[in-house]
């Protein structure tokens, strides 16, 4: 599933193309994604202009003149791609390819979802931090907020693991298993070690505290650099794959050589929560 990275790359992709354009016609090929699309979708949509495409965890918010937000989420395997208005005509319609946004300028923002499991909604932008969708999430990691005071203070007394609370969405939104994988191994930390301990007794941070925040966030600006991570399905809005899984230390690497120059120790693969760890058992403390 696209995380964080993907879904800003995506975010920046789409924003200079859709922003301040208009929706002038909807191809609508069926009534349900995850979920089934809103009531007369293509009509609330036709003639609105979209005034920001923001980001919020996973999900891209299509701010329109209305009041209303197209709210996105690419599921597992949901892209955009954009189609010029000078580009080729195509002999036929690709099978997974749902939603068709004809923006006024001739430009085609295209949804394809082999598997369906992306979503589309159109919620009141008043309506949206209470939204079932978006109430229970946590803070954006790269927000200016996200400070190791902030995480200590709710980390302490935790009894799980560190590598779950990292993946805990009400915690810390659009953090998935690779990037928090990527992250405790910068930091140096084992996704098995207790998250209550990079608190102190009164809820300060630790160094390993200090650690953990910067490198969440180093993972996630340097993987946005490199448009992501392409694993599978996912491609920029361009139709270009990311890059970042060439830049791995950890993820994926079960059984190679630990990438510290000062370790001499060998990626191990475990399983935590039904999902696949990798880290490095002798660096990792």
């Not at 560190?162 to 298993?177: E, F, P, Y």
């Not at 992250?183 to 140096?188: E, K, P």
């Not at 630790?206 to 946005?224: N, P, R, W, Y």
Request: hydrophobic share 40%.
């Amino acid at each position: 599933m696209p995380e964080l990275p993907e879904v800003e790359t995506v975010r920046r992709g789409l924003e200079p193309i859709l922003v301040g354009n208009v929706f002038a016609r909807i191809e609508q090929r069926r009534a349900d994604l995850r979920f089934p699309l809103p009531k007369n979708f293509g009509e609330r949509l036709s003639g609105k202009a979209i005034e920001s495409l923001d980001r919020r965890a996973k999900y891209l918010l299509a701010r329109l003149d209305d009041g209303e937000v197209l709210v996105m989420h690419l599921g597992m395997t949901g892209r955009f791609s954009i189609a010029h208005a000078d580009g080729a005509p195509r002999a036929k319609t690709p099978k997974h390819e749902h939603i068709v946004f004809h923006l006024r300028d001739g430009t085609a923002i295209r949804y394809s979802d082999t598997r369906r499991f992306g979503l589309m909604d159109l919620i009141p932008a008043r309506m949206l931090a209470s939204h079932a969708l978006f109430k229970g999430l946590g803070a954006e990691p790269l927000d200016p907020a996200f400070t190791p005071e902030w995480l200590a203070a709710r980390l302490k007394g935790k009894a799980t693991s560190i590598k779950a609370a990292l993946l805990d969405q009400g915690l810390i939104a659009g953090l998935g298993n690779i990037y928090a994988c990527e992250a405790l191994f910068r930091a140096g930390i084992s996704p098995l070690a207790l998250a209550g301990k990079l608190a102190t007794k009164s809820g300060k941070p630790t160094k390993k505290t200090e650690s953990l925040v910067e490198a969440v966030k180093t993972v996630l600006e340097t993987a946005i650099k490199a448009g992501g991570s392409s694993l599978r399905d996912y491609k920029r809005a361009d139709g270009r794959l990311g890059r970042f899984q060439h830049k791995f230390n950890v993820y994926r690497r079960e059984g190679k050589p630990c990438r510290r120059k000062t370790c001499r120790g060998t990626v191990r693969r475990i399983v935590q929560g039904g999902r696949s760890t990798f880290y490095c058992p002798t660096c990792q403390r």
